[in-house]
């Protein structure tokens, strides 16, 4: 009896051992600039840098993002906008400068970033929205044609170190994490990881299945790949090792964590969703120069603007982007 007690006392140890990444008071109490972090999107909002010149089109994020979004979906249908975690806001603007007639709201769980929203968006009939969107009701979605989250899902909580003997353990099921994650797998039919440990998205994921769930009609969806790799012309001047399983990134104050865009993919499809997905290289064109091939070849070490030049387009293949659009019934 004793010895049986043992046995299942350390059965449950190993399926416990796994933290939570969560980045919620970082962004609400101690978040006072995005200088830590330099997305695409600010990196080209600025006219006449160096890296808005390896541009095909020299043209900001926002403009370039709202081109793709054109090419997939009839934005002509598109009257409410929603953007999720709006940075800066400057991708709104872009938007809002493009189709002066959308009704924006922006929802950031940042008072920060959305008084820098406000600055931004002066002059522009827009919602302020301040709340953590994993909080909001489906049905408080519905009204929305379009919802965006650019560069911003790594954020979203993750499960940290869960163990795979999850999928085999019954102790699982005392957890309700645990619980929620065995779900997940079996109710998407997701790919179970190899090796002992994994993390999961567990924050992307929810915030998936409640854009589902309010049946928003289009969805965009951009952030770090574990999943990106880099092909044809590109392969010969740098690699990308993806293992595949969402990984730590350490900034200022918090860690944020890649995402794992194959999961994503399949649970919209369950809910009926239609997906295109790449990377943002797709979207984001490029004309190397001499100087940005040689700085890709050698890893940008030779400068300081090398380094960033060869960071940059490293980064349009390590972000991936899904659009998501309700499947078509069949008439």
């Not at 709340?131 to 989250?149: K, R």
């Not at 574990?226 to 090792?241: D, H, N, P, R, T």
């Amino acid at each position: 009896m004793f010895s049986s007690a043992m046995h299942l006392q350390e059965e449950w140890a190993m399926v416990k051992d796994y933290t939570l990444n969560s980045t919620k008071s970082y962004h609400i109490g101690g978040l006072k600039s995005l200088g830590w972090e330099l997305t695409i999107c600010n990196a080209l909002q600025q006219e006449g840098t160096p890296l808005r010149k390896l541009l095909t089109c020299n043209e900001s994020f926002g403009r370039l993002l709202y081109g793709c979004l054109c090419t997939f979906l009839p934005l002509w249908n598109v009257t409410h906008v929603l953007e999720v975690g709006g940075g800066y806001g400057y991708l709104m603007k872009d938007f809002l400068e493009k189709d002066s007639s959308l009704k924006a709201c922006m929802l950031d769980i940042s008072p920060f970033l959305l008084n820098k929203q406000r600055e931004t968006l002066k002059g522009f009939s827009v919602e302020y929205r301040e709340g953590d969107f994993l909080e909001v009701l489906p049905s408080d979605l519905s009204a929305f044609d379009l919802v965006i989250m650019n560069e911003n899902l790594g954020d979203f909580p993750s499960l940290i170190n869960i163990r795979t003997e999850v999928f085999d353990s019954k102790n699982a099921n005392n957890d309700p994490v645990l619980k929620w994650v065995q779900g997940i797998f079996e109710k998407y039919g997701l790919e179970r990881p190899e090796g002992k440990v994994f993390n999961l998205n567990m924050g992307a994921i929810e915030a998936l299945e409640k854009l589902c769930c309010a049946k928003v009609p289009y969805i965009y969806i951009g952030e770090h790949s574990c999943e990106a790799s880099v092909s044809g012309e590109m392969s010969w001047l740098f690699q990308i090792k993806s293992t595949g399983n969402p990984e730590r990134i350490t900034l200022a104050g918090h860690d944020e964590y890649t995402i794992k865009f194959s999961y994503l993919q399949k649970i919209a499809s369950f809910h009926g969703y239609e997906s295109i997905r790449g990377p943002f290289a797709d979207f984001i064109p490029l004309t190397l120069t001499d100087e940005a091939r040689f700085a890709l070849m050698y890893g940008g070490h030779y400068s300081d603007e090398a380094e960033v030049m060869s960071q940059f387009v490293e980064d349009l293949y390590k972000y991936e982007y899904l659009i998501l659009k309700e499947k078509e019934e069949p008439i």
